[in-house]
């Protein structure tokens, strides 16, 4: 054999080893511009820049998705919205009318949608106008007021200054005097101190892009949480604080993992909660997160007044009834995602790539709407396969549902029939409390966003109760006619 073919081929391989390695060259400049940029500041944000057209300057990619959060989505059990409303619940289904009787959420209750409305939509719901009366409290989760908040504190007292960042010991206290003070105003004069509805300084520190959470009601009650018996595999640095000396409470700024944190500043708002005129905003995890756990800590709970904790009296019946509000934080603690450190933004803020940049997708939205980044990166099935899973556990949750909100609308019809027919009222009593238990437990699935998915057996064996405990108590009628 000539060695002739030999000595082209290796000038052939070589020449394009040369291409190869130019083209990567290329390749590999572009991309570290575009990682500079990540880091190219315009503006030097400080812990006043509320406004987040200013970091979007900075950050232009994340303002971006941020943005698109006023955009209009919806899926089959997700979001949903008009285009000058969201979703009339009430319209929807009219056994939540007889649910929430005597209640403003009988007036007016409406899907949720994206977090460009949080502070519009609570402006404009007839549960903030009269005959109603709410209080500044409404406004921790609804607007960005980590500044608003220390502004507020300062002026009535508390110590340092808003050069102070606000996880230190002063910021801390800043928080919390506002808080205060601002929760005890009248709805509409504390509206007025806020502009914008959650923003980049609320979960993030303007120096280090760090993620902080600054709610003070989420900031008290994850250390009640940490306090009580309740194991939380989801949050293991609770769980190494309980081994501790705990001369410090919990504090989830200074504890928790980037991980855990990923859940938590969602957790700030996306939870049960107490805001009435009764109390200070509450999160009620002192026995732990479970729907019996919070039951058992409203039962226990005594007002001001030594009345034991309810949200409204039923204006059919007289139940001392419960609202469930929202508890997606709580029910995600009882899923396998979160067993398996899955955070909120895994699924609802993934990563998404542009170029050599992964960054978080600030769309926060409805992962059936991005199935790709959300869920495919965990598990690699079709997308058509992995909504058809989520569809299966939706359907069958979205029907037990219904049939638990038919048993309990029976139960309620079962006593304003036995009163109307002159049973007396202390016969009534252990059905009324059967109510307060169905019902509760029929709204605490029903108000969680995920239509079961967040953790599909707890769902169900929640349901399961509150058909078993609302037959029960029109058995108890029955007995007493
Ligand atoms: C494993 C992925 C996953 C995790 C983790 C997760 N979610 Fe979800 N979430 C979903 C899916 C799927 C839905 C159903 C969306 C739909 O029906 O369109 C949903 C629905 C929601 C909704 C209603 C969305 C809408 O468009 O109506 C909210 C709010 C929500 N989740 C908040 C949270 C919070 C807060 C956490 C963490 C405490 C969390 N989720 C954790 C997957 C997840
Ligand atoms: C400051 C409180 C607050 C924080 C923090 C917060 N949310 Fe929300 N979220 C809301 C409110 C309020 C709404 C409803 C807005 C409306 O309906 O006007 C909402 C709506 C949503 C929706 C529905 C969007 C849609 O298009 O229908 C999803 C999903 C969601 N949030 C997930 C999350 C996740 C995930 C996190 C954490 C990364 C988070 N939220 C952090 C208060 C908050
Ligand atoms: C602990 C946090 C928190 C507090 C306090 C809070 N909200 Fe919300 N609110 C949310 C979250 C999260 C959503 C979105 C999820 C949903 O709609 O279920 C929401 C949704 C809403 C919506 C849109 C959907 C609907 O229910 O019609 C309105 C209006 C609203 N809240 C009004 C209020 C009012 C009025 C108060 C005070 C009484 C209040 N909120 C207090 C967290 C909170
Ligand atoms: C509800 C809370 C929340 C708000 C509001 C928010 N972010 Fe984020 N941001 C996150 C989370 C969660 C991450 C992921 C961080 C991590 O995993 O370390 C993130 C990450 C980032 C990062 C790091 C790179 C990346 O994309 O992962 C930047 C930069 C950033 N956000 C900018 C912004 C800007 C600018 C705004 C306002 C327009 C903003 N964020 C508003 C929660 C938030
Ligand atoms: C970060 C990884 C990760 C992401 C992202 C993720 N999952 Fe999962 N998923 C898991 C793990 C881990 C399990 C538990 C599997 C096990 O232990 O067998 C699981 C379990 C499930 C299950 C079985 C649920 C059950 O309760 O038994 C379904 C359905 C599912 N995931 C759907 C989704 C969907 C839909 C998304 C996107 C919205 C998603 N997952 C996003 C990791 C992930």
């Known amino acids: 054999m000539s060695k002739k073919p030999v000595s082209i081929l290796v000038v052939v391989v070589a020449a394009v080893a040369v291409v ?6 290329e390749n590999i400049a572009t991309r570290k511009d575009e990682a500079k940029q990540l880091v190219f500041r315009i503006v030097n944000l400080t812990e006043q820049t509320a406004n987040p057209a200013e970091w979007g300057k900075n950050f232009p990619r994340q303002y971006d998705g941020y943005r698109r959060a006023s955009e209009r989505t919806g899926t089959k059990y997700g979001g949903g919205g008009s285009e000058t409303l969201a979703t009339d619940k ?15 959420f009988s007036v007016d209750y409406r899907a949720r949608r994206g977090h460009a ?10 549960r903030v106008q009269l ?7 409404c406004l921790q989760c609804h607007a960005s007021n980590a500044t608003v908040y220390r502004k507020k504190g ?12 606000p996880v230190s010991v002063n910021g801390y206290a800043q928080l919390l005097k506002g808080f205060e003070k601002i929760g005890t105003m009248p709805y509409d004069e504390a509206t007025k101190l806020v502009e914008y509805p959650v923003a980049c300084v609320d979960c993030h520190d303007p120096q280090s892009m760090q993620l902080r959470v600054t709610r003070p009601a989420f900031l008290m009650g994850i250390r009640t949480l940490a306090s009580s018996n309740e194991p939380t595999p989801q949050l293991p640095s609770i769980e190494k604080w309980r081994t501790g000396d705990r001369a410090e409470p919990y504090d989830p700024n200074v504890l928790a993992s980037r991980q855990e944190m990923r859940s938590m500043l969602c957790g700030q708002c996306h939870v049960e909660y107490y805001c009435g005129p009764k109390a200070t905003l509450f999160y009620p995890w002192n026995n732990g997160m479970k729907v019996e756990e919070i039951e058992s800590y409203y039962n226990s709970y005594k007002f001001a007044d030594g009345q034991r904790f309810f949200d409204w009296k039923h204006a059919s019946g007289g139940a001392p009834a419960l609202k469930a509000q929202h508890p997606e934080f709580e029910m995600w603690s009882q899923g ?19 170029g050599a940049i992964k960054i978080s997708d600030h769309w926060v939205r409805s992962p059936l709407l991005n199935v790709a980044n959300a869920c495919q990166v965990c598990h690699h099935f079709t997308e058509s396969e992995i909504k058809a899973r989520v569809d299966i556990i939706q359907e069958r949750n979205h029907n037990l549902l219904g049939r638990a909100e038919d048993a309990v609308v029976d139960l309620i019809n079962a006593i304003a029939g036995a009163q109307a027919a002159g049973v007396k009222d202390d016969q009534l009593q252990t059905a009324r409390e059967l109510q307060r238990s169905a019902q509760w437990r029929v709204d605490f699935v029903s108000s969680e966003n995920s239509m079961g998915f967040h953790a599909p057996q707890e769902a169900s064996r929640i349901l399961g109760e509150a058909i078993d405990m609302a037959r029960k108590g029109q058995l108890e009628v029955l007995l007493r006619k």
């Open 131 to 137: 005959p109603f009366h709410q209080t500044g409290a």
């Open 90 to 104: 009430l319209a929807q289904d009219p056994r939540l009318k007889t649910i929430f009787a005597g209640y403003a």
């Open 336 to 354: 396998v995602h979160a067993r398996s450190g899955v955070a909120c933004a895994d699924c609802h803020m993934p990563y998404q790539r542009e």
């Open 117 to 126: 409305y949080m502070l519009s939509d609570q402006r404009e719901t007839k």
């Open 154 to 165: 300062l002026e009535n007292g508390a110590p340092g200054t808003l050069e102070d960042p």
């Open 20 to 25: 190869v390695v130019l083209w990567l060259r």
